[in-house]
């Protein structure tokens, strides 16, 4: 976020000194601890001004006619404050309506939108030209920079209680903490749930430099994270790794919806078959140009996909379009439930990894 934006939030929202509130903010970005936190403060300091609480909307749900009626309501209390959440919802035609309303905004009322990615341009424009727009989070949007600054938002939430952790530390918590940071929602989640585990290291660390054991002891593993282990073993055809890894994925308080698993492997084999087409020199550039993998996923593909057997990649995702359908309704189902139905598609691609026709 460049600093003349951090400097007019701390003036607008948090300055003893309070400027003049403006008719609309947007605040917007990937890093939603920090659009949390703006919120609340513009939430408080619109309650202290008016003497009641900012009335709420959630833009997947409300007209947004509800929301520009209740902007253009008259207050008898003073300042009165609205505030939009989810407005990534809006389409273009919503938006224009929040336009046309900002082209003469009610002084009494300060309006406050919060999204993930940047509004529709013709809003975006007209909020900047009457308010104010604050954004938090990566400067770009490719896969291995939300990964780059995710690592640096864990590392920076220790830091900020107390803690250190160093670089192949915080790779090591973001690994076992998130799924893949593809869009910014992903990345959004994956936010709050890095603030969450600083927390919590900070506090079991006492003190004491934080290690990988505490991490293992305090930081349970994302389901994607379980499932790509699981891959891992299929593809490598360790059966003794890849059934206990489904034991675990599939039991305990825990454990991952069958259906979540299916789809990580679908995706995973999906690119080993697209990375195998390539043909057996593939390297990690073009699978990465086929599969839009980017950075050590992409070399990993590309490595498992010149370990398996020719076609592999292709049969195995045959095989786990037909799991698809029979986690969902089978005879073998109704016989012995999920896990039955998991452990002999786990059999099948560990064949496959060895060569066999299945």
Partial sequence: ?????????????????????????????????????????MAARVTAESGGEPERFDAAEAPVADVVAACQM??????????????????????????????DPNPASVLTIVSTAVLPQRLQQAVERVGQVSRWGPGKATPRERRLWLEKHVADAVAKRGGHVGPALARFVVDRACGEATDAQRTGLAALTLTHEADKLVAYAGGMPIDRDMVLAMTPEHPE????????????ADAAQAFARLGDLASGDDRTDPVVIVSGLARHYRALARAQELGPGATT?????ATGMKGYPAQKVAEQARSLPGGAGARAVVRIARLELDIRVSAQR??????????????DLIGIARGAVV
């Fill in 225 to 236: 994270a379980r499932v790509y282990q699981l891959a891992d073993a299929l593809v490598a």
């Fill in 285 to 289: 550039d073009a699978v990465s140009a």
């Fill in 74 to 103: 008259l207050s008898f209390g003073g300042l009165q404050g609205v505030i939009v959440t989810g407005a990534d919802a809006w389409r273009a035609a919503d938006a224009d309506v929040i336009v046309a309303y900002l082209e």
């Fill in 1 to 41: 976020m460049p600093a003349a934006a951090r400097a007019a939030v701390s003036m607008a929202v948090m300055s003893p000194r309070k400027e003049p509130l403006r008719p609309v903010y947007a605040l917007q970005g990937e890093d939603w601890p920090k659009v949390d936190t703006a919120l609340a403060r």
């Fill in 334 to 347: 109704e016989l012995g439930g999920p896990q039955l139905v998991l452990e002999t598609a786990a059999r």
